[in-house]
């Protein structure tokens, strides 16, 4: 049987308090990062959003034109063009949020 000495239960006390105050780093960092992905899911959705509502624009411009003009299918493809990046983010942001 061995004895436990003073400076073995001090030495365990303090890693127990430490590594208790690890376990309360993780959970707050884990707060923190599900808060910032929230944030990030907003931002991408409200500018998504807006894209979609200049896609749609030109969209309903090029089509109720009957003569369809090069400068209206531009608008369009350039509405397309800035919309892709932001879809991909909010792809990417749903996998993370599923992990």
Do not use: C, N
């Not at 707060?31 to 509502?53: E, N, P, T």
């Not at 969209?59 to 509405?79: C, G, K, P, R």
Request: net charge negative; hydrophobic share 50%; no cysteine.
């Amino acid at each position: 049987m061995s004895v436990t000495t003073a400076s073995q239960v001090s030495a365990q006390a303090i890693d127990g308090a430490h590594v208790r105050d690890l376990v309360a780093q993780a959970v707050a960092a884990d707060s923190l990062a599900k808060q910032l992905h929230a944030d990030a899911m907003r931002a991408v959705d409200r500018i998504a959003g807006d894209l979609i509502h200049e896609l749609t624009e030109a969209q309903t411009a090029y089509f109720a034109e009957v003569d369809h003009s090069d400068e209206l299918w531009a608008a369009v493809e350039i509405a397309e063009a800035a919309l892709t990046p932001y879809s991909d983010l909010a792809d990417d942001l749903e996998r993370i949020s599923h992990r």
